[in-house]
């Protein structure tokens, strides 16, 4: 069950009571996946676990298959570039009593009758009666924005220009983003008492993790929606709130009987056969005549292997292969291609293109071309920005590592390393920040920024906003930096001026 809007409502009610610590980030609190929809806690969220296959067995498949083809040219993703933001002026309105709420819009107001969201010119978002406005996990570029019918506060979805994609008057409570094309859809239809039924509940206890005695539940109906066709998904309908399951352009989820059912982005409910199971962005995989078998979803076979084939966290274009008689893990491509041969004890993703190789207890990076960028003499090892590798040894000592298996910095004495929204090291009370460009923590400063993304840092005691890929000064001397839809704003001498990033 999922708890929705009047939470979120809280918090940002609680911020227009303290404009003075304005949400814009004049302390160093670093944001994490939770405040992309601050205050919504969904049951059966757990993260999604490798799909496992047994062994093949000597079996063939009913269904009438093309015959393997010729493997595809690899085409695998490549590096995301690190540079510095361009910025080009959009447009310029006047501060008056407007505020900026988490990083994310633009607001006016301190009370549920007189909140009112407003867009990057200045105007009543959406032409007025918006409530709140909430990035959608995952998503580039989708926000969920709420309006009142009555007592119910309902949610549509539009992008960072404003243009409206799904209105609040299809009446869903609330979204949850599970993959950058789906997002969930609860949809209330009457409220119960009964929190077996509810599919979600709202409440004024901005705290609250399970209903109260003062909460609202709701029954109703949860539902796919495809960001892509713009569309729902009406076989994926229950009225219970499942864990859906996303195999690219395939859905699965168990139905109230606990089968399993798939459905595909057509709204198609899909049949395979016993022995083959969606597998990671691209593959079914089963058995045949005692070698495993990789088919597309269209249920053509693309090649057969001796290995076992499972999903690869963070990644969409590789998978690991394991051979079990030797009891040894490799990397295989979307397009069927062993490119690391099963060597390494276990191998688990860490980005697209990057993953960690375990011998023994010890770990180390991997990428996909085989190169080992690290040796095997981390513990803990985790890439929290992408480029960059937080390494940990088992004396609990931190290095940051670069894409190319540089060591740029190494904890010593009082340096404690930080890589959460961006690489710092703090010492002798001191910031030092990461500069991409050289490598080098030599941006120094006495205060703690703020990282607005796209190599932003936004340090408010000192009025300067730096690019962090070359140290510069963008803006200095001025009053308040803050993003809203995606855009950086600049307050100056009453003035907002708005930036597109490219």
Known sequence: MKNSFEKKLAVLLAAAMTIGLSACGNSDDNNDDAKDKPTVTTANEAAPENDETTAPEDTSSEAETEPPKELEPEDPPVDEEIKSPVLEKASEFDMGDLNFYDQTCIYKGDSNENIEVYDTKGEKLLGGGVKLVTKLKYTDDVYTFTRFEGDMAYEGLMDSDGNEILSASEHVGTFDSISKRFVKAYIPEGVTTNEDEAIYYVTPNQFSITPGNKDTLYKGTVKIYDLENKKFLENTACNFDPRYTVYGDIISFYDADNNTVYVNADDQVLEFDADFIPTGEDFLIGSKDGKYVLRDHSNNEITTTDYNINYLDHSDYYYTVRDYENSKSGIMSEKGRVIVEPKYDQIYGLSEGYFTYNTGDDSGILKADGTELTPADYHIISEPMPGYFQCRTNDNVSSLVDRNGKVLYTESGDGTLYVIDTPYYLSGGEYYYL????????????????????????????????????GEKLFEGIDRACMAYGRLCIVKDGKVTVYDIK
């Open 435 to 470: 500069i991409h460009s050289t490598g080098e923590f030599s941006l120094k400063l006495k205060n703690s920024g703020t990282y607005l993304g796209n190599n932003l840092l936004y340090v408010y005691q000192d009025k300067v906003v730096y690019d962090l890929v070359t």
